[in-house]
């Protein structure tokens, strides 16, 4: 059974973001005075939203806390607190979507954390505008689209992630995400994947315009995702883009 988050009404979201901004981030609670819940459901109980604080913040000691992260740590993280939000909040798709719980979670539950993975600039990391963007919504859905798959989220970088998941006609299609993905990597251990990635989703999504992949079988998906990045490996190998690439590395 799904449970239910607390909320955090926008305007309570864009104060307590100030007080980050001012260099004073509020500490970690499971509580807010100001929280609202979703209207029908079971909700979580204090002591399960602390769990997640506790789990989350040994899982950031292990990775150096309150040192700022290096890029390896960050990735690394990243990887292993998907797997942690995602089992400690069971949540529907529809309530996972919903802005207000995420904020709560950045800007309530877990504010040292966020602060030490992302610092206090990029708003969207702290208040959930854009899901694909804010530090723990998109942790929990690439624990979801890649549910059975960990090993390719594993291989994924942030900047990979970013090209599949933050261009909605493909991140909104797990297996299709799943696929290109598994296709970029099983294709690119000889060449720099970088350009790869952003060159075969943006031939994808010109498929996409004439192409419902709803109608299409996995095999086909597979098929697809093989041929696009073949393709695209061929069209930059002839216009000298991997050799650059590879020089500069």
């Given at each position: 059974m799904s449970?239910?988050?607390?909320?955090?009404?926008?305007v309570v979201s864009e104060a307590l973001y100030d007080h980050v901004i001012e260099g004073r981030p509020p500490a970690p609670q499971d509580t807010h005075p100001e929280q609202t819940w979703a209207p029908i459901g079971a909700r979580i109980r204090p002591k399960r939203i602390r769990q997640l604080i506790d789990a989350i913040y040994a899982l950031a000691k292990e990775r150096g806390f309150p040192t700022p992260p290096n890029i390896h740590t960050k990735n690394s993280f990243d990887r292993d607190a998907a797997?942690?939000?995602?089992?400690?909040?069971?949540?529907?798709?529809?309530?996972?979507?919903?802005?207000?719980?995420?904020?709560?979670?950045?800007?309530?539950?877990?504010?040292h954390v966020t602060m030490w993975r992302f610092g206090p600039d990029n708003k969207e990391r702290w208040v959930a505008s854009d899901l694909t963007r804010h530090t723990w919504a998109r942790l929990w859905w690439h624990a979801v689209v890649f549910a059975g798959q960990e090993h390719i989220l594993a291989a994924l970088t942030e900047s990979d992630l970013n090209q599949l998941m933050e261009r909605r006609s493909i991140g909104g299609d797990p297996r299709l995400v799943r696929e290109m993905a598994r296709a970029v990597l099983e294709h690119t251990a000889d060449v720099p994947r970088r350009p790869v990635i952003r060159d075969v989703t943006?031939?994808?999504?010109?498929?996409?315009?004439?192409?419902?992949?709803?109608?299409?079988s996995d095999r086909q998906v597979r098929d697809l995702c093989n041929t696009l990045t073949n393709e695209t490996i061929t069209r930059l190998r002839t216009a000298g883009v991997l050799y650059r690439e590879q020089s500069q590395a």
């Open positions: 449970e239910l988050w607390p909320h955090l009404p926008a797997h942690l939000i995602r089992s400690h909040m069971d949540l529907s798709w529809a309530e996972a979507g919903n802005r207000d719980l995420w904020s709560f979670i950045s800007l309530v539950a877990l504010p943006a031939r994808l999504r010109r498929y996409l315009a004439f192409l419902d992949m709803r109608a299409l």
